[in-house]
Antibody, heavy 122, light 111 residues
């Protein structure tokens, strides 16, 4: 079975930084584009960022551009999200997910982790 | 940005009934790049349908998707107790900003 396991969330103050990690199990990690999706408590889903298979291309939603950086280490089957200058509105559960490969260029989010909670509050 | 509007916000039905959930896009969704996800309380979303009508691996044939252009539908025939959850639609637009957007969700609750 495929599993995504996120970690690194926590409680931080506005303006601080946090680095999220996600490790994939049961899949050939390097074969997939990867994505971070977030969900504020009690609210809907929001796409945050994508990274291609070798890490050479990254894409972000406008609200995080210049503050968040997505990266990956295929040797460690790992995905990262470096978050800087965090805002209250960044508070959410952050999920990592792979993009279903068979349907590219369409982006459908196939296997999801259980998420890691980020809370930004003073 | 393509905005997805789901209706109804909440749907109350009984097990055994048929559920019809709607997702309307503000612009044409090219190539029917639309998916549906189910999310149960305390769990991550699960991919149900992609390409508007293709069931993901392991998804019951009680779930079906249809539609094209701006109007899409998720139908669940013969509701089972485990089907009750929140459902989201999601579209992909090549070159869009952002390329992926989600609807606000429809809550399917037991009547």
């Amino acid at each position: 079975d495929v599993q995504m396991v996120e970690s690194g969330g926590g409680l931080v103050q506005p303006g601080e930084s946090l680095r999220l990690s996600c490790t994939g199990y049961g899949l050939t990690f390097r074969d997939y584009w990867m994505t971070w999706v977030r969900q504020p408590p009690g609210k809907g889903l929001e796409w945050v960022a994508n990274i291609n298979r070798d890490g050479s291309e990254q894409y972000y939603t406008d609200s995080v551009k210049g503050r968040f950086t997505i990266s990956r280490d295929n040797a460690e089957n790992s995905l990262f999200l470096q978050m800087k200058n965090l805002r209250v509105e960044d508070s959410a559960m952050y999920y990592c997910t792979n993009i279903l490969a068979a349907t590219e260029p369409a982006e459908y989010f196939q296997h999801w982790g259980q998420g890691t909670l980020v809370t930004v509050s003073s | 940005e393509i905005v997805l509007t789901q209706s109804p916000g909440t749907l109350s039905l009984s097990p055994g009934e048929r559920a019809t959930l709607s997702c309307r896009a503000s612009q044409n969704v090219r190539s029917s790049y639309l998916a549906w996800y189910q999310q149960k309380p305390g769990q991550a979303p699960r991919l149900l349908i992609y390409g508007a009508s293709t069931r993901a691996t392991g998804i019951s044939d009680r779930f079906s998707g249809s539609g094209s252009g701006t109007d899409f539908t998720l139908t669940i025939s013969r509701l089972e107790p485990e089907d009750f959850a929140v459902f989201y639609c999601q579209q992909y637009e090549y070159g869009g900003s952002p390329p992926n957007t989600f609807g606000q969700g429809t809550r399917l609750e037991i009547k």
